[in-house]
């Protein structure tokens, strides 16, 4: 091609360097007018060779125009379009991504490579993040840049392939669990407490969130049965919500009855407690249908149950476990007894494959049962 008709044209700067430039057709505006951009090089073959791939991907319909959007405000725009899931779920990512948008926030989305994703993973591990925090951040990191590429942001997702680091010794922290007996010493202490129908629900397998969003409603005295089809969760720090159950497999009917006998004899006396407190509170009482209230009517909040329960722990004199380690002793505890992980599953409300890889939990007594029983198998076949 004749020099005067090359698209690569040679400028000199007011600086007096020498530059190449090109403008291209990059397409459409949104306003239907052509979008034309111009980009400078240093070097003629740079030049010729971006307007190649440029003309390239448009043919194919690959295009990706150039745009200046960071990371941190597609971050934001992913945030805004994420309709389909809980606040209580939103929010964990606005947490998560704090860290993320103070470390990538400012850098062109465009300009983000595996090499930054790779870096952020290696800060936040010097940092101290567990390896559970930081298999999330990478996570919704892929989120925010998968969904850039649907919006024709971005042409890969480069933190697609990144993996999260092995996880350390240091990481695994052995996960602590009831036997029956404590479980039972524990039930002794709660009965006696004000709040024992709902230490009941618990000991049933609800989960925190189950018990506190618990209504009047779902609750059949006749049949012994609660119907779990709502959660209350604390969303900032200070308030809560009342939402859909965690999961389908959540919504669910689990007869406390049948588990935990007297049960619902404890739910009738927390009822006719309500009904006592109401006359005696008057116009003042808060009729808000939960089944665990304080003495105006008010529901629990989720941390006073959670800081109740250790103190419950200490004085039935049982190892302090999590709140929400009992529904991983449960699931233990059925487990041993042979029954079906599919029909445990659906009593605690999750998956068989949740079920069996994290809620049936290994112990030290576990395993030395096991080896008793393997050792008895062999020694019967000698």
């Known amino acids: 091609m004749p020099r005067n008709q090359d698209p690569i044209r040679k400028i000199t700067t007011m600086a007096g360097e020498i530059k190449y430039r090109f403008v291209i057709d990059m397409g459409k505006r949104p306003d239907g007018g052509r979008d034309q951009r111009c980009f400078t090089f240093t070097k003629y073959q740079e030049a010729r060779a971006e307007r190649a791939k440029i003309i390239a991907a448009r043919q194919s319909k690959t295009l990706i125009k150039p745009a200046k959007a960071t990371f941190d405000e597609l971050a934001q725009q992913w945030l805004d379009s994420r309709h389909d899931v809980r606040e209580v779920t939103r929010l964990g990512y606005e947490y998560v991504l704090k860290s993320v948008r103070t470390e990538l926030g400012h850098l062109k989305v465009q300009d983000l490579s595996r090499t930054h994703i790779e870096r952020l993973i290696k800060t936040l591990r010097q940092r101290g993040l567990s390896h559970r925090s930081i298999v999330y951040a990478l996570g919704t990191i892929k989120q925010v840049l998968a969904y850039g590429v649907s919006t024709s942001l971005l042409a890969t997702n480069v ?52 018990v506190l969003g618990l209504k009047w409603d779902a609750v059949d005295l006749v049949n012994g049965e609660v ?99 009992v529904r991983h002793t449960l699931a233990t505890i059925m487990h041993r007894a042979g029954l079906a992980p599919s029909d445990a599953a659906a009593l605690l409300g999750h998956t068989v494959a949740v079920h069996l890889a994290t809620y049936v939990t290994p112990t030290q007594k576990g395993a030395r049962a096991a080896a008793s029983g393997l050792g008895a198998a062999i020694s019967e076949a000698m």
Do not use: M
Request: net charge positive; glycine share 6%.
């Open 227 to 325: 119907v779990v089809q709502a959660g209350r969760v604390l969303l900032d720090g200070h308030r809560t919500a009342t939402d859909d159950p965690k999961s389908s497999a959540s919504r669910r009917t689990v007869p406390v009855e049948d588990i935990q006998p007297g049960t619902i004899a404890l739910l009738r006396a927390l009822k006719a407690r309500q009904a006592a407190d109401k006359l005696r509170v008057g116009v003042a009482y808060i009729e808000s249908g939960y089944v665990l209230v304080n003495l105006i009517g008010e529901p629990v909040r989720p941390e006073a149950y959670s800081d109740r329960f250790a103190v419950l722990c200490r004085h039935a004199e049982v190892p302090e476990v999590g709140l929400h380690d």
């Open 159 to 210: 933190a697609a392939s990144v993996k999260a680091p092995r996880r350390a010794h240091s990481d695994s922290k052995p996960k602590a669990v009831w036997d029956p007996q404590e479980l039972l010493r524990f039930r002794a202490v709660a009965d006696q407490d004000d709040w024992a129908a709902a230490w009941r629900l618990t000991l049933c397998g609800l989960r925190r969130s189950e």
